[in-house]
């Protein structure tokens, strides 16, 4: 059967800021004004871009994008998520990275800052040497407030224009089925965290170095995905520079990962994008350091 001219019609519209059906905007509004009527509502934090990420992670249905946003305000209350940003020093940072490399590293060519995770090189052992589950969720969660606070301003600024998402690099190098179980605690809580509390702030997500099993295995997922999320994903072997270059410019991209970019002190700890040097962001010192 042909998609109703209705469906057809919805199908021009993103339901981003600038791309909104007469049905998606009444829906914000709707949403914005009943948050505000039961309380929940900040307008600190929930501006009209917030409050479209939720919609859009529930296919603008009313019912589910609340109780998926009154979940995420109770988990912030609950976690402390306002205080930890404030408060939180991971002075362990330099010795994690040895064991379970993550870290932000300039932008790709839309602009949007990237995310790197070397996963093969996670050393289990030795990194709870040093930290605990804990205290890496904690970081995990601060990272998430400095994307939304302090680099994808520093972006969108930068750019001119909205920037909302990032662009991810996942290394499985080295990645064995016994390594990647002593992580996958962590990787699942990880991936629940973004989810459920920070949608639709994946932009394009790059798997590298995939073995084969993990390529057959996306080819059977990849239909049960929807169409906006199974294109954001792009799964490639060893052969990936080029793509990566394609979207990434060879200046952003560490030599590691076939670019030009040696930064000083090595890219794992630079920090290196616009949200350096541009000052204090929203009671945030662009420097990877929280201070209000």
Not at 12 to 18: F, I, S
Not at 19 to 40: H, M, N, T, V
Not at 74 to 92: I, N, Q
Not at 226 to 245: C, F, H, M, N, P
Request: charged share 25%; hydrophobic share 35%; glycine share 8%.
């Amino acid at each position: 059967m042909p998609p109703s001219a209705n469906s057809t019609e919805q199908q021009k519209y993103t339901g981003h800021l600038d791309s909104l059906s007469p049905q998606q905007q009444e829906a914000l509004e709707k949403f914005r004004q009943e948050i505000k009527q039961e309380g929940i509502f900040d307008g600190k934090r929930h501006d009209d871009a917030c409050l479209l990420r939720f919609l859009r992670a529930r296919k603008f249905d009313l019912v589910k994008t609340k109780k998926m946003f009154g979940d995420c305000e109770k988990w912030r209350k609950e976690f402390g998520v306002d205080e930890l940003v404030a408060t939180f020093d991971y002075k362990e940072r330099d010795e994690v990275m040895k064991y379970y490399p993550r870290y932000y590293h300039k932008t790709d060519k839309d602009g949007r800052p990237i995310y790197i995770e070397e996963i093969g090189k996670v050393d289990v052992k030795a990194l709870y040497e040093i930290t605990t589950v804990e205290r890496q969720i904690q970081n995990l969660v601060v990272e998430y407030e400095r994307l939304a606070d302090v680099r994808l301003p520093s972006c969108s600024e930068k750019n001119g224009r909205l920037i909302e998402t990032s662009c991810t690099i996942l290394d499985l190098k080295g990645v064995s089925l016994r390594s990647f179980s002593n992580v996958f605690g962590f990787v699942k809580q990880a991936s629940n965290i973004g989810q459920n509390y920070y949608p639709e702030r994946m932009g394009k997500f790059y798997i590298i170095n995939a073995p084969m099993l993990f390529s057959t295995v996306w080819g059977l997922v990849k239909p049960l995905l929807d169409e906006v999320t199974a294109a954001k994903i792009v799964i490639l072997g060893s052969k990936y520079q080029s793509t990566l270059l394609e979207n990434i410019p060879a200046e952003s991209l560490p030599v590691a990962f076939g670019g030009k970019c040696k930064c000083e002190g090595g890219c794992q700890l630079s920090d290196a994008g616009p949200w350096n040097g541009s000052g204090v962001i929203n009671g945030y010192v662009t420097n990877g350091s929280a201070k209000h």
